[in-house]
């Protein structure tokens, strides 16, 4: 069992989040208070990282793709490649 360190809620393992305080301590924390202390809902912050990863595998992806079209196609092929890469990475940071 896990305690909030700033409410005493006891804490499922799963509802426990770990919060960086700004002096570079680790602190349990529940989820009402991760909201009170960032300003962010936690669920929104959850979200937006998971949306964050997704788009650098995305812009990761068409950059493997471009490299692989420029040795295999040639520079045309190459550059599509690119403005497509800037497609998917504009694409994703609006989505966000
Ligand atoms: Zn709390």
């Known amino acids: 069992m896990l305690k ?9 393992e799963k509802d426990a989040l770990r919060h960086k305080t700004e002096d570079g301590r680790e602190e349990i924390i ?3 208070c991760f909201q009170k202390i960032t300003g ?7 979200f937006r990282r998971e949306n ?3 788009t650098i595998f995305a812009v990761l992806f068409c950059v ?4 692989y079209a420029f040795v295999e196609k040639g520079p045309l092929w190459g550059g599509l490649g690119i403005v497509l890469t800037i497609a998917v990475y504009l694409f994703a940071s609006k989505a966000r």
Do not use: M, N, S
């Not at 909030?4 to 499922?12: A, D, F, M, P």
């Not at 493997?64 to 490299?67: D, K, L, R, V």
């Open 4 to 12: 909030c360190e700033h409410c005493g809620t006891i804490l499922e």
């Open 30 to 32: 529940c989820k009402p």
């Open 40 to 46: 962010v809902d936690y669920d929104t912050f959850a």
């Open 52 to 54: 964050a990863k997704q």
């Open 64 to 67: 493997a793709a471009t490299i």
